[in-house]
């Protein structure tokens, strides 16, 4: 009897170890690039994201000079007054999409994700090329 129950704590416990440390690998981290805290990029679940104060049409040219200058192979682009897209294929294959989205007439938030699950180097790479396009 006494091991009847047992068995089913142990693979409760067993269960709560396994969440934890499956939550614990999806932290948010910070990007230490300098400018203000509301552009500091943040990288979680495969998407960095971050803020400029630039109005969208320059961040959509930056993106696409940032694509151009890394030699990604531009696939998709195109923008309106409210949002922006560019997207291409880097020579691994992967998909790298920049997405773009007016916050106001002067501020813009993107959201840039390299292949399915992301890639947190290579996202950082366009993040800072976009940025010194600007």
């Given at each position: 009897m006494?091991?009847?129950m047992?068995?089913?704590?142990?693979i409760v416990?067993?269960l709560?170890?396994f969440?934890f440390f499956?939550?614990?690998g999806?932290?948010t981290?910070?990007?230490?690039?300098g400018?203000t805290?509301?552009?500091?990029?943040?990288?979680s679940?495969?998407y960095?994201?971050?803020?400029?104060?630039?109005?969208?049409?320059?961040v959509?040219?930056?993106?696409l000079?940032?694509?151009k200058?890394?030699?990604?192979?531009?696939?998709?682009?195109?923008?309106?007054?409210?949002?922006g897209?560019?997207?291409?294929?880097?020579?691994n294959?992967?998909?790298a999409?920049?997405?773009?989205?007016?916050?106001?007439g002067?501020?813009?938030?993107i959201?840039?994700?390299?292949?399915?699950t992301g890639d947190?180097?290579?996202?950082y790479i366009?993040?800072?090329?976009?940025?010194?396009?600007?």
């Open positions: 006494f091991n009847r047992i068995a089913p704590r142990a416990l067993a709560a170890a969440l499956l939550v614990a999806c932290a981290v910070k990007y230490e690039s400018g805290p509301s552009e500091m990029p943040e990288y679940l495969g960095l994201k971050a803020n400029f104060h630039k109005p969208l049409p320059d959509y040219k930056a993106a000079a940032a694509y200058d890394l030699g990604i192979a531009v696939s998709e682009k195109k923008a309106d007054s409210l949002s897209i560019v997207s291409g294929k880097l020579a294959g992967n998909e999409t920049t997405d773009m989205k007016a916050l106001t002067k501020k813009t938030a959201s840039i994700r390299v292949g399915t947190k180097d290579f996202s366009i993040y800072d090329k976009i940025k010194k396009n600007l």
